[in-house]
Nanobody, 128 residues
Framework: QVHLDESGGGLVQAGGSLRLSCAAT????????MGWFRQAPGKEREFVAA????????YYADSVKGRFTISKDNAKNTVYLQMNSLKPEDTAVYYC?????????????????????WGQGTQVTVSS
């Protein structure tokens, strides 16, 4: 069993920044691709960012490109999402997730179906 524990959410004014963390149990981020998703009230869960198991490939949703940065620390088994220039439309519950397949070089996966373990989510609220 793998547990993913997100933290770092909160309330911030538009234009502000937050850094989300996702700490994983067991050896996870060094051999599995990881993703961040978000879900706003009444909307479907949407892709935000992903990082390949090797760390060589990173992908972002167009809506966050240039403002958000995904990174990971294999030694700490933790994935991060640095969010800058936040907008009210970024308000959502943010989830980290682990890819289903280890060492998978087909790393451009934006659908939640490619991820098997999910954290409990952390709320991000951006006020205008």
């Amino acid at each position: 069993q793998v547990h993913l524990d997100e933290s770092g959410g909160g309330l911030v004014q538009a234009g502000g920044s937050l850094r989300l963390s996702c700490a994983a149990t067991r050896r996870t981020v060094s051999i599995f691709g990881m993703g961040w998703f978000r879900q706003a009230p009444g909307k479907e869960r949407e892709f935000v960012a992903a990082i390949s198991w090797s760390g060589d490939n990173i992908y972002y949703a167009d809506s966050v490109k240039g403002r958000f940065t995904i990174s990971k620390d294999n030694a700490k088994n933790t994935v991060y999402l640095q969010m800058n220039s936040l907008k009210p439309e970024d308000t959502a519950v943010y989830y980290c997730a682990r890819r289903r397949t280890a060492l998978d070089n087909n790393d451009y996966r934006v659908s939640p179906i490619y991820y098997d373990y999910w954290g409990q989510g952390t709320q991000v609220t951006v006020s205008s």
